[in-house]
Nanobody
Framework: QVQLVESGGGLVQPGGSLRLSCAAS????????MAWYRQAPGKQRELVAA???????SYHDAVKGRFTISRGNAENTAYLQMNSLKLEDTAVYSC?????????????????WGQGTQVTVSS
């Protein structure tokens, strides 16, 4: 079993910054892609940023130049540095990871989600 735990959400004023963290634990052989998604009230979940095991990154157009995704030296962590936050960035942010794991003695590639962390941008 693999668990993803996010932290770092909170309330921030427009123009402020937050750094989200995602820590993966459990039976992990390796983590392939990691990503951050967000879902605002009444809207569909959208991909915010993603990073491959090789370090390649991609971003939603709405956050390019403001958000930076990275992976920690421990490899089982991911971060989302969010700068110049806007009201429309308010959402629940969730971490997602594609993991090579062992189940019943066999190696599988599975996708996991964290529980989400609330980010509220308000004056």
């Amino acid at each position: 079993q693999v668990q993803l735990v996010e932290s770092g959400g909170g309330l921030v004023q427009p123009g402020g910054s937050l750094r989200l963290s995602c820590a993966a634990s459990g039976t992990i052989l390796s983590i392939l892609d990691m990503a951050w998604y967000r879902q605002a009230p009444g809207k569909q979940r959208e991909l915010v940023a993603a990073i491959s095991d090789g370090g390649s990154t991609s971003y939603h157009d709405a956050v390019k130049g403001r958000f930076t995704i990275s992976r920690g030296n421990a490899e089982n962590t991911a971060y989302l540095q969010m700068n110049s936050l806007k009201l429309e960035d308010t959402a629940v942010y969730s971490c997602n990871a594609t993991v090579r794991t062992i189940v019943g003695g066999f190696i599988y590639r599975r996708n996991y989600w964290g529980q989400g962390t609330q980010v509220t941008v308000s004056s």
